[in-house]
């Protein structure tokens, strides 16, 4: 069963930088996409970046040009890096991968959440 961890959250300042990061674990599984989503209290959860196997990579426009993201492959992880915080910025951070595992199994999975908090 693939599972996603999710660390690297926490408190920082306006104008600040954090790096998020997510592994999948598991036995006998492939990932296609893997993705950083966020919801504020009180709002939807929204799309922030997404990055196919190959490393194409879409954002948010509200993130472009402040957050990267990237993955190793090798490990199975995808990795957030966030620069220029902002208070809207202010979210739980979840990480989403899918893929398949070798039996055939079509599988899409979110890591728990980890708390980014901006302070102004």
């Known amino acids: 069963q693939v599972q996603l961890v999710e660390s690297g959250g926490g408190l920082v300042q306006a104008g600040g930088s954090l790096r998020l990061s997510c592994t999948a674990t598991?036995?006998?599984?492939?990932?296609?996409?893997m993705g950083w989503y966020r919801q504020a209290p009180g709002n939807q959860r929204e799309l922030v970046a997404l990055?196919?196997?190959?490393?194409?990579?879409n954002y948010a426009d509200s993130v472009k040009g402040r957050f990267t993201i990237s993955r190793d492959n090798a490990k199975n992880t995808v990795y957030l890096e966030t620069n220029s915080l902002k208070p809207e910025d202010t979210a739980v951070y979840y990480c989403?991968?899918?893929?398949?595992?070798?039996?055939?199994?079509?599988?899409?999975?979110w890591g728990q959440g980890t708390q980014v908090t901006v302070s102004s």
């Open positions: 598991g036995i006998g599984f492939s990932i296609n996409n």
């Open positions: 989403n991968a899918d893929g398949a595992t070798y039996s055939g199994s079509y599988y899409y999975k």
């Open positions: 990055i196919t196997r190959a490393g194409t990579t």
